[in-house]
């Protein structure tokens, strides 16, 4: 069982917008920034998203991310094919002392 | 540009140990913390660990306490994770991540390295 939890799946059409949550606790989420990676097949994770909405230089800006309490969500904006891949987030444990992720979201491109 | 290269693929039979190396370049390797995370056949990341390559210091997830040990070799910018009495559900890709920061965490990762345990 992973820390954060996310939804397995995702969906979306071409051009929709679709968000992906991660709910947390109070000493991972709640006290502590976000992080979003993206994996594509076969490749290891990509930077997506750090300190809860920050895109490193390279993301477009169809990707963003927010933070609410103990729960943090990536929003595409724009769907397009290449974004079916897998998401997950991270986020610093204080209770664990330990990086935590959730389990993962896998989003479809219909 | 920013570029960690590990080490080949190995495959070893349960109760031994495996030796994963992380060559880091394009960058100052004792500026920046290195992480270990790993990924099991069809699931999510795991964290590992840490070394700081300046001081050699390392914070080890309590899963993985006194079965993991993680090193570097400054003159040559490599980071290396060991873990020991191997089982086969160990199996999994292991990854080298770089730290930027504590907000700005694995901005850059290995390419991994598929680590199978099988008698």
């Known amino acids: 069982q992973s820390v954060l939890t996310q939804p397995p799946s995702a969906s979306g059409t071409p051009g929709q917008r679709v968000t992906i949550s991660c709910s947390g606790s109070?000493?991972?989420?709640?006290?502590?920034?976000v992080n979003w990676y993206q994996q594509l097949p076969g490749t290891a994770p990509k930077l997506l998203i750090y300190?809860?909405?920050q895109r490193p230089s390279g993301v477009p800006d169809r990707f963003s991310g927010s933070k609410s309490g103990t729960s943090a969500s990536l929003a595409i904006s724009g769907l397009q094919s290449e974004d079916e891949t897998d998401y997950y987030c991270a986020a610093w444990d204080d209770s664990l002392t330990s990086w935590v992720f959730g389990g993962g979201t896998k989003l479809t491109v219909l | 540009q920013v570029q960690l290269v590990q080490s080949g693929a190995e495959v070893k039979k349960p109760g031994a140990s495996v030796k994963v190396s992380c060559k880091a370049s394009g960058y100052s390797f004792t500026g920046y913390s290195m992480h270990w995370m790993r990924q099991a056949p069809g699931q999510g990341l795991e964290w590992m660990g840490w070394?700081?390559?300046?001081?050699?210091?390392?914070n080890y997830a309590q899963k993985f306490q006194g079965r993991v040990t993680m090193t570097r070799d400054t003159s040559i910018s490599t980071a290396y994770m060991e873990l020991s009495r191997l089982r086969s559900d160990d199996t999994a890709v292991y990854y080298c991540a770089r730290e930027y920061s504590t907000s700005w965490p694995f901005d850059y990762w290995g390419q991994g390295t598929l680590v199978t345990v099988s008698s």
């Open positions: 300190s809860n909405s």
């Open positions: 070394i700081n390559p300046n001081s050699g210091g390392t």
């Open positions: 109070s000493s991972n989420i709640g006290s502590n920034t």
